[in-house]
């Protein structure tokens, strides 16, 4: 990060800079500081799928996160549009267009709606709540246009649309048929508005004849959108898509809407598959002491195999398709396991692949159970976790002190994990999230990631 006295530039994955108000008590510039990228899993998929020479549309560009992400994936031979009506977070976009010498960016000073004309936009602290539905203590007159009225503008295919309008989505989609009957992008759009389900807007975007995809961070794929998705409270976006856009995202590895049919569960001669691959783990000698991968505690077969199940779902040798097939059915006879018995080994293995297939909630809610019972726990941890088990997070997977500590190992693998996926950013926690972080911080084995977040958190929330 370089600050200046009202500005602050940072370096996002891919190496393009952004310029934002040098200010931690606003969310962008905190959230930047603190994570070195926006928050959302989604921006992961968009940075595996854009490539050179793709049209792309912004609607809601904010300071240009989205924005600068796809200039740099599309490249010369590519095009992006950046709507951003509101003048201050637009004159920081524009700074950043030119500072990175981005020649295939068009930022454009109007907002979309149903019709085209002038509005009162209201005008929030934070401008990512910038809304033309929320009059607010200020506001500035901007003009409106329709993405129908902007159609013949775009001269080319465009591949995405990431539309971001606080409320205005669904009269920017009701003026929009001109354009999607030209048009076979893929949409990403806000599945909720405050914290209710977006169901106007998933109707708009089904009535133009898309399907409903989420994503899912473990694997980086989209996977259709189903009802119980709704009990995720971390589910933020949402994408939609025709069929044949979404045949073509699936030939390239990137969709999933089929079931594979896998064979019966291997159960037999799993605890020594789960044993070979955590025995290989130089933290294993701390904290899976007994080295014995078969016990007779309830469910513990069922619970291998499902660990077997689940390491052979990471194998990225696998296809796809049958990742995804093993790594739910993992899941589920994990939870078979957990009904029989509920361990801290088990907890930790679930937490994993929950966040894997896109349950946040659930991961959260298992590593602060465990983080409970470890605020309890004595310094003889390794006694606490009876069978083999996978950490939280992969990158502990080959976590290598050189002077292992039991209680430092398990607490890291939880409470590093929890910090960052509890909530968004420290940002929404304020001081409310100071007790956790803290204690990440005193572990000696806290990664540079934690580093940076405690970093931001300890400016703005500790005084």
Same mark, same amino acid.
């Given at each position: 990060?370089?600050?200046?006295?009202?500005?602050?530039?940072?370096?996002?994955?891919?190496?393009?800079?952004?310029?934002?108000?040098?200010?931690?008590?606003?969310?962008?510039?905190?959230?930047?500081?603190?994570?070195?990228?926006?928050?959302?899993?989604?921006?992961?998929?968009?940075?595996?799928?854009?490539?050179?020479?793709?049209?792309?549309?912004?609607?809601?560009?904010?300071?240009?996160?989205?924005?600068?992400?796809?200039?740099?994936?599309?490249?010369?031979?590519?095009?992006?549009?950046?709507?951003?009506?509101?003048?201050?977070?637009?004159?920081?976009?524009?700074?950043?267009?030119?500072?990175?010498?981005?020649?295939?960016?068009?930022?454009?000073?109007?907002?979309?709606?149903?019709?085209?004309?002038?509005?009162?936009?209201?005008?929030?602290?934070?401008?990512?709540?910038?809304?033309?539905?929320?009059?607010?203590?200020?506001?500035?007159?901007?003009?409106?246009?329709?993405?129908?009225?902007?159609?013949?503008?775009?001269?080319?295919?465009?591949?995405?649309?990431?539309?971001?309008?606080?409320?205005?989505?669904?009269?920017?989609?009701?003026?929009?048929?001109?354009?999607?009957?030209?048009?076979?992008?893929?949409?990403?759009?806000?599945?909720?508005?405050?914290?209710?389900?977006?169901?106007?807007?998933?109707?708009?975007?089904?009535?133009?004849?898309?399907?409903?995809?989420?994503?899912?961070?473990?694997?980086?794929?989209?996977?259709?959108?189903?009802?119980?998705?709704?009990?995720?409270?971390?589910?933020?976006?949402?994408?939609?898509?025709?069929?044949?856009?979404?045949?073509?995202?699936?030939?390239?590895?990137?969709?999933?809407?089929?079931?594979?049919?896998?064979?019966?569960?291997?159960? @037999?001669? !799993? /605890?020594?598959? &789960? $044993?070979? *691959? +955590?025995?290989?783990?130089?933290?294993?000698?701390?904290?899976?002491?007994?080295?014995?991968?078969?016990?007779?505690?309830?469910?513990?077969?069922?619970?291998?195999?499902?660990?077997?199940?689940?390491?052979?779902?990471?194998?990225?040798?696998?296809?796809?398709?049958?990742?995804?097939?093993?790594?739910?059915?993992?899941?589920?006879?994990?939870?078979?396991?957990?009904?029989?018995?509920?361990?801290?080994?088990?907890?930790?293995?679930?937490?994993?692949?929950?966040?894997?297939?896109?349950?946040?909630?659930?991961?959260?809610?298992?590593?602060?159970?465990?983080?409970?019972?470890? @605020?309890? !726990? /004595?310094?003889? &941890? $390794?006694? *606490? +976790?009876?069978?083999?088990?996978?950490?939280?997070?992969?990158?502990?997977?080959?976590?290598?002190?050189?002077?292992?500590?039991?209680?430092?190992?398990?607490?890291?693998?939880?409470?590093?994990?929890?910090?960052?996926?509890?909530?968004?950013?420290?940002?929404?926690?304020?001081?409310?999230?100071?007790?956790?972080?803290?204690?990440?911080?005193?572990?000696?084995?806290?990664?540079?990631?934690?580093?940076?977040?405690?970093?931001?958190?300890?400016?703005?929330?500790?005084?």
């Amino acid at each position: 990060m370089q600050a200046g006295k009202n500005s602050a530039t940072f370096t996002i994955p891919g190496g393009s800079s952004i310029e934002v108000p040098g200010d931690l008590r606003l969310m962008t510039p905190f959230v930047l500081a603190e994570q070195g990228d926006w928050f959302e899993s989604e921006i992961h998929f968009i940075r595996r799928w854009l490539g050179p020479g793709m049209g792309v549309i912004d609607i809601g560009a904010n300071y240009g996160i989205y924005t600068l992400t796809c200039a740099k994936l599309v490249g010369p031979e590519g095009r992006v549009w950046a709507y951003e009506p509101a003048s201050l977070p637009r004159s920081f976009l524009n700074r950043s267009v030119a500072g990175n010498g981005f020649n295939n960016v068009e930022v454009i000073d109007r907002a979309l709606s149903d019709h085209e004309g002038s509005a009162r936009m209201g005008i929030a602290e934070n401008a990512e709540l910038n809304s033309l539905n929320e009059a607010g203590q200020s506001g500035e007159t901007v003009a409106l246009t329709t993405l129908d009225g902007e159609a013949e503008s775009f001269g080319r295919d465009i591949d995405f649309v990431k539309l971001d309008a606080e409320g205005e989505e669904v009269r920017i989609l009701s003026r929009a048929q001109k354009f999607f009957s030209r048009q076979d992008p893929l949409v990403m759009f806000e599945y909720k508005h405050g914290a209710t389900v977006n169901h106007g807007l998933l109707d708009a975007i089904s009535a133009l004849g898309m399907g409903l995809y989420r994503h899912l961070p473990g694997l980086n794929v989209l996977v259709p959108l189903i009802p119980s998705d709704a009990d995720d409270g971390f589910l933020l976006n949402v994408f939609g898509c025709s069929p044949e856009r979404a045949q073509s995202l699936a030939a390239q590895g990137l969709l999933v809407s089929e079931n594979m049919e896998l064979p019966e569960i291997e159960v @037999a001669g !799993a /605890g020594d598959f &789960v $044993a070979d *691959w +955590v025995e290989a783990r130089p933290w294993s000698r701390c904290l899976w002491p007994t080295r014995s991968a078969v016990s007779d505690r309830p469910g513990a077969l069922v619970y291998l195999a499902a660990i077997a199940e689940l390491i052979r779902a990471e194998d990225p040798q696998r296809g796809i398709v049958e990742r995804i097939a093993r790594a739910r059915r993992g899941m589920a006879n994990l939870l078979v396991s957990i009904r029989s018995e509920c361990n801290v080994s088990r907890l930790l293995s679930a937490a994993r692949v929950a966040m894997d297939l896109g349950q946040r909630s659930a991961s959260v809610v298992m590593l602060g159970e465990i983080a409970k019972g470890l @605020a309890q !726990a /004595g310094a003889d &941890v $390794a006694s *606490w +976790v009876p069978e083999p088990f996978l950490p939280p997070d992969r990158r502990h997977d080959d976590l290598s002190p050189a002077n292992p500590d039991a209680k430092d190992l398990l607490s890291i693998m939880v409470e590093e994990p929890l910090l960052e996926r509890c909530a968004f950013s420290q940002y929404f926690l304020g001081k409310r999230g100071l007790p956790l972080l803290e204690r990440v911080a005193q572990n000696p084995l806290h990664s540079a990631a934690a580093t940076r977040r405690i970093i931001a958190a300890r400016q703005v929330f500790v005084s």
